[in-house]
């Protein structure tokens, strides 16, 4: 039953980090003192798959609250043997600049787990992250062609010349996460309607639905933008959101 979901409850970080692989919760207890407001209440929610959008002040923890929970099931993966050279997650930003920023970021963190696993004795996890904007060198595409990162940081036109692909889209076809960024500055717009097809031409093409999160400074009407995050099914009903 297509319904919007309201979260109001608060996790302590206990709950939060009892979810997550050792590593993970080492990681973050030795980086964080406390959980900011978006990660007390998102990160479980991100965790059970559930489609989720995030709207809070900048500088309150939202791209890590994003990225936390999916770190972790790659993680995860990677302790199993199942981590495959495939595409696992799609980061999409309306802004270039915002990408590289991220890419950053995100590459801080997984270097700082690699330290911290060799240093405590647990496998130390390769998980690749890499950017495809207008920008990227011709060189450094056809690589990702050939291998794939498992995170991809891209932007809605690179993402849909991507999608028009046949050799780069095969390692999208099992896409389990979806992160649209900054989604207030595009979901109104031309720019934003052409997301939103794309986003569906994904869906079409995955063998499997995807869990879409969404990131935003605070914005109105909310259960609109969360609409437009998640799409509709094919009765034009909007699929579950919290």
Known sequence: MPYTEKIDRRYTMDEVLGLMEPLTAAWFRKSFGSLTEPQSMAIPVIHERKSVLVSSPTGSGKTLTAFTSILNQLIKYYNEGKLEERIYCIYISPLKALANDVNRNLNEPLRQMRELAAEI???????????????????????????PPHILITTPESMA???????????????????????????DSKRGAFLSLTLEML?????????????????????EIAKYLVGFDGPGEARPVA
């Open 161 to 187: 010349l991507i999608l028009a692909s046949p050799k780069f889209k095969e390692s999208l076809k099992k896409t389990e996460w979806v992160i649209l960024d900054e989604i207030h500055d595009i979901c």
């Open 203 to 223: 869906r079409n093409y995955c063998e499997t639905d995807f869990t879409r999160i969404g990131l935003s400074a605070t914005m109105a009407p909310i259960e």
């Open 121 to 147: 004795g647990l496998p130390v996890p390769e998980i690749s992250v890499a950017v495809r904007s207008g920008d990227t060198p011709q060189s450094e595409r056809q690589r990702m062609v050939r291998h």
